[in-house]
């Protein structure tokens, strides 16, 4: 079983909606990472987090560290916003990924 | 605004042959990882650097993979002789590493563009 779980797998929304992903995992952490990765591969890291809330324009991430839970919020959502998003979990200096959340928002 | 610059972005070659990738870190950056990606998962860490040396490459197969980072700056991963399912996208990442109270923390890293590797 992975130590990181995202849901779901693939999402299609219309432009405008409100999108949530979220994200468990099974260990302890020191931080948590939301990452994008557009078509072609390159990975941008949204936030890195470790308790709270933290936005960033029409970007929102929350962590519970209690219940081993994060989500990530879009509001507004645009077909820009079309990508992977990659939950990752940090314990000292190793990092381990989700599968990722294929994200598709149609005009 | 500096970048982790990795190439050749594509790269396609047959099954039993030897290739090569290149990974520039962001200066300063003493930190630097190699990952590989396959289609539909989420990236896996096969060696980590501090510096010149090599601090986790369990994942590492080391039968036919190997790393270098021989002056701390940048790396070169090599795969001898590549396999049908070495495909994949080979990711670089770079991170600053500091110590507090005598510990090691790793800071947020920073991912190159990729290698997407297809092996026929």
């Known amino acids: 079983k992975n130590e990181v779980e995202q849901s779901p797998q693939n999402l299609t929304a219309q432009e405008g909606e409100f999108i949530t992903i979220n994200c468990s995992y099974s260990v302890g952490i020191s931080a948590l990472h939301w990452l994008q990765q557009h078509p072609g591969g390159g990975i941008v890291s949204l936030f890195m987090?470790?308790?709270g809330k933290k936005k960033h324009g029409r970007l929102i991430a929350t962590i519970n560290i209690q219940e081993k839970h994060s989500s990530l919020h879009i509001t507004a959502s645009h077909p820009r916003d079309s990508a992977v998003y990659i939950c990752a979990v940090k314990d000292d200096y190793k990092l381990s990924f989700g599968a990722g959340t294929t994200v598709t928002v149609r005009a | 605004e500096a970048e982790v610059a990795q190439s050749p972005r594509y790269k396609i070659t047959e099954k039993s042959q030897a290739v090569a990738f290149w990974c520039d870190p962001i200066?300063?950056?003493?930190?630097l990882y190699w990952y590989r990606q396959i289609l539909g998962q989420g990236p896996e860490l096969l060696v980590q650097f501090q510096d010149e040396s090599v601090v986790d490459d369990s994942q590492l197969p080391k039968d036919r993979f190997s790393a270098e980072r021989l002056k701390g700056v940048d790396s070169t991963l090599k795969i001898q002789p590549a396999e049908l399912g070495d495909s994949a996208m080979y990711l670089c990442?770079?991170?600053?590493?500091?110590?507090?109270?005598?510990?090691?923390?790793?800071?947020?890293?920073?991912f190159g563009p990729g290698t997407r590797l297809t092996v026929l």
């Open positions: 200066s300063g950056h003493a930190t």
């Open positions: 987090l470790s308790s």
């Open positions: 990442a770079s991170s600053l590493r500091y110590t507090e109270r005598g510990e090691p923390v790793y800071n947020e890293q920073f």
